[in-house]
């Protein structure tokens, strides 16, 4: 029973493991390739408390915006702590009258919770049938993964929400963007979509697409 | 050396493996309720080759509608054998100026294959970058999971293609149909997608949504 | 140029899938046996934006206990729509003074969101490494899977938090709960934890184990 | 500061999720249904400590067959708890010039541990390079998944071995009784594997295969 | 509603994202190491549409062989665009009396499109069941993860198929090169096939393998 | 029907995937940054039989400590044949009278397989209910992820063990170690494990714990 031994045993165990990388976690690194599991690992040596902390999501995002609402994210490339872990966070601020417009996130299933206002959000399933929700503080809705959905505004004062995601890198589309913000050639559009030349051109002139 | 002992000791293993389901395969039984892994397994017994094969794919499907397209799936509720195997496919009939319009598989990564014909065939990312190919007999493109995309018919004549997926359900999301298609109230497509109340009725009308 | 074929060969398509269960989410059945992967699936027919909605976590819970602290829970035996998509949700309460004990949710990753009061939370990895904050409304923290950890309340005031898991049901084991507060042999206790009979039975007295 | 309230706040959590099922295991339930994700899962409150126990590994079995060995396997269909754990294990009896043919484990890799006597292993990468050693008590090897490899005993004496398992069922597939051991037709067989009539027609007799 | 506010705050989003790297996709850098999940990405900003594209399998491969037949891969190694997202397709050429030999693919499901001429094609169970088909064109089969299978042509005339697999690496592992076309002792591929030792040599002198 | 053909046909197919990395399998670099998934591969080229082999658990490791126990570890640090392949194993050697405490594995489930001696092992599930079973020579027993479970030497003689684990790096985590063998403030330690100060003093005493 002598306590150098078991620091010479037992400690060299897990010392030697933590030496090696032990995969509790893998803090992302952004400045090297990443896999398709997620950005590589910074050294064990070189992680502190803070790459698994972050205030930048404590203060309300500026929503003087053509949607009166701002979308902050903390997923992986932002809190490199949850690199690989499944899980990631995002704060909605949504001023009256704003709205986070129809839009996917590619790669993650989403839990939202009101912390302040009223919220009105729903989603559409792949059989067309849609889901929707007037949701208050404290209220909680789930958004499966890949599915169009929207939150907006329902009172009269600014709203704030928190969008927890199933990936650490879940993405997000934004259908208007995806068509209208890009080059994406105005005639193709309007094949893909039904909508007229007048619509996409409109819409393409708001977002600053071309093509 | 024995003949009738490896029957009786080997076999014996394999026999009994089987009889307890070995889980080479999961036919689907669509009767049951099914879990977050796919459809519950039909009994082994019960399971023959037919269940992992089949003609439906054949013929080209009627492709007299609006879009002068057709999409005809094998997924695991229409060839059972793919259920828990992470992979279907479907076929699509595009007749001259025929189009597959702008849609996601919200579950599935999908790799095309032109049989017949010219398709121009393209996908947006999340970071609304657009990429378009023109595809020939015998192309391939991968349309990476979630993202929006569409095929059209690029030639004269009707073409032909393959879709395979990483998924035994990939889904299909038809952004036009979960938009116009039901009864998601005007006035939320609207606000959340920045189009027209003129140009939402007229869709609407087009694919007899109501609201 | 039909607008009746497309019901009849598009939707068709889109409809059946959806008779089949599509596997856009799978909303928990409870009454019958589950799976590896989670619970069994409602009959898609049977499933309301109720299933996928909760406001369970509204309003704080008792908190008059030994650890003046309180977790409600919303995982998917509670809210039965995030069965399968790999995310849930718990609400903390810390009266003054509160704590939540040291402990593991062996399923899953843990993202904390403060939104009221002052919490100090911390975990700790397989290399003996310690890693504490004192987060302020706003801030987010995330504990990696598996590992044990801890939040109490660091301010004079009640403090309120929102847990987000990347699992639809991580479990959770309370450290002193595992050890105490069942019928574990004293004996065996103190043998795996090097703590005295006096103590093994103070905390099994405290909470209600026996043995 | 009340015994009773720790007991009606904090159990009422963790007993209330017992009885949904907590997911922390899921022993198979051998006469329902199973999922793509494994067997269904007993009640929790008919689960026992003898469900995650056994001692079927105990005594060697009968190597008086063809092969002079004999494979023992604690996967689901035997080990109800290690049902979706991703881990199993088989005992593998080799008496002197045993050998466990040349097979693969569809599902899962294997890391075999030798506890006696002394052992010939291999396998073949896709690259057709061969990967071979003599192992001795207490080395340990690993095969990675699906690919060909075999164990034989290169002592005089009986040797005795362990294989774990990636998956709950890994399952188990010996070329030749693949090839051999069934109704497959003699000329499908020869076709496909660039064996002789001869050869073919003499180990379907040995293995009691037919056509 | 200043249209240049969305670009401040929403693009600021999407684009930082985006420069981060999202994980739509993950294109395949072959230069740098490669990971568990798959190989390293290529920086998004050097990923172009030809990366998800490919005409390589446009034609028929050479099938003047000892097999009569050809299999041309558009795996990650060869269409860098599949890489992380589970899905990769070959194409296979059959000549009168081609065969694609006894083989498993590792990692990954197949499932078969026949695009010209006939086919027989069938796998085998760790049950040791065999389940085989004759296919025409337009005919689809699917061969679970890691059992042995075949195809040959069973039509006088030139025969085409493609091979989608659930992996984009699914491997590819022909048995009988697997045994004969290396270094593998001939004494152990005795022990372990049960063929006699003309066999084995007859066929390691057709594939030049040596030992 | 020539032989050269097949060589630079079939083979040129199997050579170039080799030489592009096949994912048969990924051994360790433990040189290289590693990813959420795992180590960075070694290339294909320099992997040699010997990174799937260890004779590093032959003997018995030094049990004279405090706990009378050892561990010796083959995860992916150590045998690094096993990375990315969802398997490892390790050495318990329990001296009379040995423990290995109360402890957990974040990432993985394990099997434990008794070679010599008598132990008594057991879990404790999130549910607080506790599973314990005195195992002697060649009975398994399974511990579930994530949960408090221990081993303790329950016969007169040295015991030994071999535990296979669900993952390559399945981590390990003494609770004894986490609270008192490192800098953790003793308030904190008492405030959220209901421990006193003198007994924390006293652990932190013999692990050699600060703070």
């Known amino acids: 029973m002598n306590m150098f031994h078991i620091l010479l045993t037992i400690f060299v165990l897990v010392t030697y493991s933590a030496h090696a990388a032990v995969q509790d976690f893998c803090v992302a690194d952004l400045k090297v390739p990443e896999s398709p599991a997620g ?11 803070d790459d698994f902390v972050s205030s930048s ?3 309300a995002a500026n929503t003087s915006n053509i949607i009166n609402a701002a979308v902050t994210p903390a997923f992986a490339a932002q809190l490199p702590g949850v690199n690989g872990l499944g899980i990631s966070i995002a704060r909605l ?10 839009h996917t996130h590619p790669a993650g299933s989403e839990l939202l919770l009101v912390t302040q206002g009223v919220i009105k ?9 849609v889901y929707i929700k007037t949701l208050k503080k404290g ?8 599915l169009l959905h929207f939150q907006l505004n329902a009172g009269g004062v600014p709203a704030v929400a928190f969008a927890s995601f199933s990936s650490a890198s879940p993405g997000l589309q934004i259908t208007d963007f995806a ?9 193709l559009v309007e094949k893909t979509t039904f909508l007229d030349n007048a619509t996409v051109r409109k819409l393409k002139a708001v977002l600053r697409g071309t093509g």
């Open 179 to 187: 068509l209208f913000a890009n080059d994406f050639p105005s005639s």
């Open 139 to 146: 209220d909680i809705m789930v958004f499966p993964q890949g």
């Open 57 to 59: 999501l404590n203060f």
């Open 121 to 129: 959000a729903g989603f559409i399933s792949s059989a067309n049938k």
């Open 39 to 49: 950005y590589s690992c910074k050294p064990p040596t070189n992680v502190t408390v």
């Open 93 to 102: 601020d949504l001023a009256p009258g704003g709205v986070i417009p129809m």
